[in-house]
């Protein structure tokens, strides 16, 4: 064995391995770009940078509204519309297959997750050293959230658990039970007192818009005390179930027992909001039209909406499908109903059906609310420079399953929401922010709980408001076709189809039969359309056709909490007629 | 490259001949044993290194003596190594005592130990590298498939460049996609798959795949999926050897599905309209297709207006081709060995060479260049060092023909191909008479417009291509000292190893170009777009896709002693590793994956009758938090040569190896599952996914951030192997075969809490939880005989079972009992159970369940299984009737024979490889009408006649009850099982004769093929591949598997 080459090797060997020894200082062996809670909640910044980021976040979670489920309205299953699309995750609330597993809305774990964000956000802010000024509000205004996110719940499942400020951690007890209607409506509206002045006031800023303000914190106010005043959770509930009963008495389905004095709470709470409004006005005439409502960025009717960049997303989901714009068709995905068609009145104010109002079945759509072209696209409607065609055979109505997969199955399209192109030739980017709450809501929560507590023409002087911003003619008296002498039970009818139209689509109607408990009437049994043939002579005929049929359960009033959910947390109760199991 | 591989011919030729050198004394004579002569056995002339020839097919040699030993060392495979004295003699007759044991064979395991397989306590299976060059395959593992017992494979696709398959070792253990992928050792160094599918079987000496905790607890954290290991060629002590190799192959799909023409798919059509409409009866209805338009699309006298093109014709060719050629050059002294090799393969696809005339190449093809040298140096007696380099540099290359996002953008001709409304018969006609491309309204106005994407076949010929380029580098380097002036039998070894893998995108493609729809009533042609009659020049782009490296360093301390009766062999190991990746998350790009660990291993065997191993390794890896990272991996394991007994050997001596081993270990497995990468760390993560909000009347965007899913403090999942086998051979080694039986179970598998209320608000960290099993057994058969002189044969079986079970899952306490994933097997899906279909009266029948919403006669029937809440029927059809009732798409057994006879210079192998037991649900695209063009099978479509004897449900365009999005049931899954006669060969070698008089030292010609016959019934149902991807409703059918037909050549000089 000669030395030298084991020296050789030695020093080979031991070169190799003071080499990867070497390298065993080592840096970077973790992500080092990765966001961490000490540069979030950063302790030096006073300008709160990432604090900001995480404020904004906040507000991904407002709702939104537009072709939100599975690529539809949620208004598509309130009777107002059907899907156009075949097999789509909307019609499971219409044709009696809805259970807790294909409810195909996500608001249950959605608006947690939320109210876990807004409690991350409130148990470290404190940290940052952002000037009151700031952090105020900001605080405010995720509280806000979080009250909106139950709200959410609540009109969904009625009492839900409440976690307050609680951030969860892997050691806490996750079998939660639910809190009871009264809890939550209370814990809502205590939320939106305790916040209201801490928010900004209103005209907000041109560059802040979007942001909450004191009266989106009233309009919510009053929004759930009027739910809560409405039949469905003032000692409605649901009743003809296993167990049914014993929720309702807890409370968590509904308030125990009825209480008509609940309707002051609404009352007291519009109030307030009106003596706060200075900007929010309703102009007295239709001008600017009704759809600029929802055209436009800044807008004194509207009180609080989703921002989202400028697009035409919801037109080319929901145009006639003729129209292409840039090669790409568009495509008609929601069908409004004959139903709700025929809810606008004429411009009279008169409903199609009473006498005087001048309606004419040849010529359907003449004479009618200003609403109803700012809402629905019937045959004929102007569009792209020509008229929209859901004749049969038509160009938006082929009937020709291959080249038109999805058309129509009513005759209507939907146009609300969308900017004016009817003198255009293809589409162009457009405010699209789905409105939360606006004036006109509010002015309606008003009189509908006027009415309850039986100051019907109080509730008259509200609704002419709204029926002379829509442009119905002042007619006899200037009472807007509202009869002299109207009773409450006919007023009551009047405001609710009044909410119909003004509000449709805005993810009202799907709610508001349901506190209504007016589901088994309003969207159950048959739907219909129209068929519409074109005559040699030009003209048109018009025929009522059943186009589908809706199914509703009583236990629709009510959404199932999620299947997984109640498995999972077993003080969890399921809403009555849900639970197939336990 | 043509050029160099003849520069390197010649080079290597020249060096060839300048080792000739020129001859002394001259000694011949004959090798035989008891039955004959026996050819191919080395003579070499002891004391000169690379003085050796082999005997020729009458056992006769020649041979040069150089030195002054005077002896000869005479081997043969399977007869005991002699030395004969030559002693002035100039002829020689020896013989050959046969040796029946082959006590000598040996195997590679874990660290590339060569192991003598007859102490082998583990269970390992190898394959050579002659036999895995009998596939003719691009991808070396395609190769393996049916040859190594306990190797589960499935080769999804052919598309060439990409048609490795995926395979498993005793099937899988993990719920989690990704992370039951076999570790990958070339050479030691850790292998990407998809740097495996680049390597030459040209290059590969042989592949091990270790099973059992014994031979895996040494890789130990990375060790629980079972180790593929590849070990490529060496250098000899010899003159050089230089082998050139060239193969022609042809390819074709296995299956290609073969659609209606125009006639029978617009009966078809028509149909399904004429059932839509009895739904909801219009009076004006009418069928899309007039019987005037049927009538031209059955006598195609109006090929403009009613096209009937076959689209299958137009498309593909009848075959593919393949060229592949090797060169190298192998051989050395005890101071150098060397193998250099170089390969070349261009793997063609079968769409038609439309782009020919574009001098653009929008061809499916792959072509790689594969180079390696591998040195082994003698420095000193003692020490030595070998020198790799390799790698290689390839082209994948597919056609660009833009589809529009809207049709979500496949970029794709098969699944146009396979698209009712991209590409009906009628779709549109190839060319008009003027000669311009051709187009219909048809296709321009069809669904709404969303499948307007423009003529085909014109696409391909000027739409240009997208190109992947790719380039691997492997460099390793180590060596060994002998430490024998310490102890003898004591070495040491160190290794550095780095492999680079980098690759870039590049395309060169238009998206518009004119086309015109004929109208032959007034002679004149429209444009498909208006705007568009010119031919925009092609546009470049360019795309870095992918970087991966990889440094290994390895010490290893060796020590392998036999003291008399008693052999002793101990390695301890420190290795470490850092591998750097692009990853397609941001936050982890190019962050190092660290690897550390000691390994070692202890054997004792005592005349190689009772055989001992204790193997360990601590080791650990950074993906996991500092307390977290290492663990200790133990193994143990026996065997016991019986026929070594003394009265064994004295009462059963046709018995001549019997031995029975046994091993149980504990392995890790630290691959993290998708979207959980440094699950310790909590990331705050920007814009989250959902819409992120703005403010202001300008819609100024403002940034957000939000808390991202907790983290928590993972580690590795832990897998306990029991395995028990048996080795034997008997009769002289006639028969032969290997049985085993495993047991594994593996606890700790990553996995996310399905039991925590959404109420908690945040997606929770994964936890080590799920507990599987998984159980089998592996056996291997031989028979190898020789009748008469010169005619041989192997037969061979083999048998895979690996049924694994999910022990223990979290997840909610689901009063459906059946509805449960604990207790299933791994890869189940929840389905409903198909019972036939609804009659006319079943409809009106109030006692037959029904699915909610409209459900017409034809619809597929389910069965109602529970929905009660005792768990008993409710006479509904809901989500309570869904139940495990198809099984997972990977093959719970496989099996295979081989049959191999050889005689004279002739030799015949063929391999058949079936797999059982295992469904293959097809994708929309491959078989629901309208999402697939139709198929003779759409024509037995339910109608009142043939009731519960349809194949398919009623026709129509609506699918509601019978859809498989919405009530997806076991209908669509359909058995998988097949038999395929995987590979087959003929080869002769020519005489020596011949050879001699060329100045050769052999010639072989060989024509063999790959997946040449297959018995499916899925070929007959679907006209689908049973190894093709398990559909979902999004896929789209992909590139079909390919059959090879090969000729070669093959010329050693």
Known sequence: MKINNIKLTLFILLSVLAGTFSSCKRTEIEPRDLNTEDIIWDETDQLGRKAEAYFNNIYTYLPNGFNRVGGDFLDAASGDAIPSRNNTSIENYTNGRLSDITNPDAYWGQSYSGIRHVNIFLANIDKVPVADAIKVPWKAEVRFIRAFLYFELLKRYGGVPLIGDKVFTLNDNMELSRNTVEETVNYITSECDAIKNDLKTDPIIDNLVGRITKGAALALKCRTYLYAASPLLNGGAVTNYTGAQALKTAGITSYPVQDDTRWQKVIQAAEEFFAYSTYFVIPTSNNPAYYTIFTNKKNAEVILA???????????????????????????????????????????????????????????????????????????????????????????????????????????????????????????????????????????????????????????????????????TAGVANRYGIKAGITQSELRDLIRNERRIELAFEEHRFWDVRRWKIGSSAISGPVYGTKITKNANGTYSYEKVQVGNMVFEEKQYLLPIPYDEIVKDGNLKQNPGWSEFN | MKKIIIFCVI????????????????????????????????????????????????????????????????????????????????????????????????????????????????????????????NTSASIQNGLVGKLPGFFAQQRTGRPGNDATTFYIRGVSSPNEGTNTPLVMVDDVEFTYEQLQRLDPNEVESITILKDASTTAIYGVRGANGVLLVTTRRGKTGPATISAKTEFTASQFTILPTYLDSYNSALLQNQAQINDNALAPVATFKPQWSDEDLELFKNGQDPYGHPNVNW????????????????????????????????????????????????????????????????????????????????????????????????????????????????????????????????SNWQKTIGGGQYNAGNIIQRLTEFGYRRNIESNITLNASAVEKLNFITPGLSVKGTLAYTSNYGYYRSMSRQTAPSFIYNQATNTYAPRDNAVYDTPPLGLSYDPRFTYRALTAQAFLNYDRTFKKHHVTGMILYSRDSKTAQSADANFNFIPNNYLGYTASIGYDYKQKYLFQVNGAYNGSDRFDKSKRYGFFPAVSAGWNVAEEGFVKKNLEWLNQFKIRSSYGEVGQDKLPPGILYSYLQVYSPNNGIAQGDFGTQSTPVSGIQEGSLANNVTWERERKFDVGVDFSLLRSRISGTVDYFFNKRSDIITRRGTVSQIFGQDLAPINLTRTQNKGYEFELTYRDKIGKDFNFTLKGMYSLAENKILFQDEPDNPNRHQLYTGQSIGQVLIYKWDGFYSQEDLTDPAIPKPAGSVRAGDLRYADIAGNPDGSPDGKITEADRGFFAKPNLPSSTYSFQLGAGFKGFSFNVVFQGAANFNLRTNDSGILPFATNFLPIHQQSWTPELGNNAKLPLLTQNYNASSPQTYLSDFWYRSGNYLRLRTAEVSYTLPGKVTNKLKLQGIRLYANGNNLYTWSKLFNIYQLDPEATNGSTLQRMDYPPSKLYNMGISVTF
């Open chain 2, 11 to 134: 080079f290597l030729t020249a060096l060839y001949q300048n080792l000739a050198i020129a001859q002394t004394q001259q000694v011949q004579g004959t090798v035989s044993d008891k039955s004959g002569p026996v050819p191919g056995a080395s003579v070499a002339e002891k004391g000169v290194s690379g003085n050796a020839v082999s005997t020729d097919e009458n056992g006769r040699f020649r041979i040069a003596l150089k030195g002054t030993s005077n002896t000869l060392l005479i081997t043969g495979v399977g007869y005991i190594a002699r030395e004969v004295k030559i002693a002035g003699q100039s002829s020689l007759k020896i013989t050959l005592q046969e040796d029946n044991k082959t006590l000598d064979e040996v195997i590679v395991v874990g660290y590339n130990t060569q192991q003598k397989k007859v102490t082998l306590t583990g269970s390992a299976s190898a394959i050579s590298g002659p036999s895995i060059r009998k």
């Open chain 2, 312 to 439: 299958k014709e137009a498309l593909f060719k009848d075959y593919g081709s393949q060229y592949r050629t090797n060169l190298d050059v192998q051989g050395g002294t005890e101071k150098l060995k060397y193998f250099v090799s170089l390969g070349y393969i261009n793997q063609g696809g079968q769409t038609r060479n439309y782009s020919k005339n574009q001098e653009v190449n929008g061809n499916f093809y792959h072509q790689r260049y594969n180079y390696r040298s591998n040195l082994d140096i003698g420095i000193t007696k003692d020490l030595s060092m070998r020198f790799d380099l390799a790698g290689n540099y390839g082209e994948i290359n597919q056609p660009s023909i833009y589809t529009p996002s809207i049709n979500g953008n496949y970029n794709d001709p098969f699944y146009e191909y396979t698209s009712f409304y991209s590409l009906a018969p009628w779709a549109y006609p190839i060319k008009n008479p003027d000669g311009s491309w051709g187009y």
């Open chain 1, 306 to 472: 989703k921002q989202v960049a400028n697009n035409f997303d919801l037109e080319i989901n929901n145009s006639p499908v003729s129209y292409i714009n840039n090669n790409t068709a568009a495509q008609g995905r929601t069908s409004p109903t004959q139903s709700f068609v025929d809810a606008f009145p004429t411009n009279t104010g008169l409903a199609i059906s009473e006498t005087g109002s001048g309606y004419n079945a040849a010529n359907p759509y003449a004479n009618r609310d200003p609403r109803l072209a700012a809402t629905v696209f019937y045959n004929g409607l102007t569009w792209f420079k020509r008229g929209v065609e859901t004749f049969e055979g038509g160009l938006d109505k082929k009937n020709d399953p291959i080249a038109q997969p999805v058309q129509t199955k009513t005759g209507y399209y939907l146009r609300k929401f969308m900017g004016d192109f009817s003198n255009s030739t293809s589409f162009s980017n457009q405010s699209h922010n789905f409105i939360l709450f606006r004036l006109a809501e509010v002015i309606l929560n008003y009189a509908e709980a006027l009415n309850e507590v039986n100051r019907v023409e109080d509730a008259v002087t509200q609704l002419i408001k709204i029926r002379r911003r829509a442009g119905i």
